[in-house]
């Protein structure tokens, strides 16, 4: 009870996304040098817990992430919260396959964040400190973050997604490269985020983290949502032809 | 040949009994170059950090423009400094001519350009990694560029260094805003020619020593500052 407070405390978005759900992809066309990589995408996200995107490379599941973050912007089509097509910024934490660090030490990594985010100086100490008592790296705080082992390195881009109480966090594959041990400390932290009210979406290939993470799945294939369901029903018996294919290892790219 | 190394016996006496005409030369040299270094320095690595993240049309062209005033000709800012600085100068009313002053205003002009053109090199290769990091955090443009400058603060300091060597080594321009007055402004290139031409060399070589020693002395200490730097992969 006492972790869930002080999880509150700390992750607790400043603004309730359910004030921005549904998240809606209407009609989105976007190229890359000449390559088309979705015609007419649609896509409604729920409003609560953790959805993960799965699909083959190149299916544009990344893609949707920065499209969500308004990171890049598409040729036509919109990107809706609660029916309005303003990307709400400052709402959103985003932690990218391979961690980008400030040449800085681990506790100024957060504190930087924090004062992107126009957190008041007086807070920022207690605040960095609890984030990284939550990711167990407090012991860490004054290391080099670009000297931490993959696993670290990735555990703090997350807390640093978190540190400014995000309602929306993306995640593109944060544990790609990543031993068990190091997988299972970052969905520790980010299935407590979500117990605090933080809506995720999680871009991932593994099966094993989907079905301990993830509410529900969309699988996308070829710049296209095929499938929208619960974890269990998609993993157990999805209900696309190419799910059942991709699921089982069969789904070739052309 | 006997007068060479007379010479340079003198100049290693002059130095080894800290001779006060030589200490003060010195001083003024010292004095003006780090205050012009450092005022290009805040002038030059917001330039070539706006330079580095704008996306606007003629951008191209301004890289190129700063990139070629890194090889302005010393004389001829000191030409036009003086101009503008002669009592019949626009400037005239402030009286700076042949003064320290405006010998850091002639520097300045002549540093800026070699700091802010390879401070955009610097930092437009950091923002290629960070770009989407600071986008993904919602950061303003002041804050990118604030971010920026600090995470590449050991790789700006070669481009201050840079800037400190042309500084140092300058002469032509200081000596026509300077007037290379002796106790004024007189520093140690403009003091180095001075005297080569009057055949006095115990000075001239005791600071040409003195100089090349310095210019050594900072490459060495900076170059320690970024090694330790990068052991901690801040750098």
Redesign the interface.
Known sequence: MLKMNSDLALLAPRVSFSAFMPIRLENIHLAFARREIFSNLNLEIGAQGITAIMGPNGAGKSLILRLLAGLIEAAQGRVLYNGKPEVPHGQIGFVFQRPVLLRRSVQDNVMHALAVAGVARAERPFRTQGLLELGGMEHLAKSPARKLSGGEQQRLTLLRALACNPGLLLLDEPSASLDPQATALIENIVLRASQCGVKVIIVTHDQGQAARVADEVAFVHKGQVLDIESTESFLNNPQSRLAKAYLAGALLID | MQDFSQAFVQAFALIWQADPVLIDIIALSLQVTFTAVSIACLIGFPIGAALAIGRFPGRMTLVVFLNSLMGLPPVVVGLVIYLFLSAAGPLGFLQLLYTPAAMVIAQVVLVTPIVAALARQVIEDLYG??D????????SRI?TIC?LI??ARYSLLTSALAGLGRALAEVGAVIIVGGNIANVTRVMTTTIALETSKGELALALGLGIILIVLSIVINAGLFLLKNSAQK????
Request: glycine share 0%.
């Open positions: 990694e960070y989407e990091m600071l986008r993904a955090m919602n950061a804050q971010t600090v995470d901690r992969a801040y750098a």
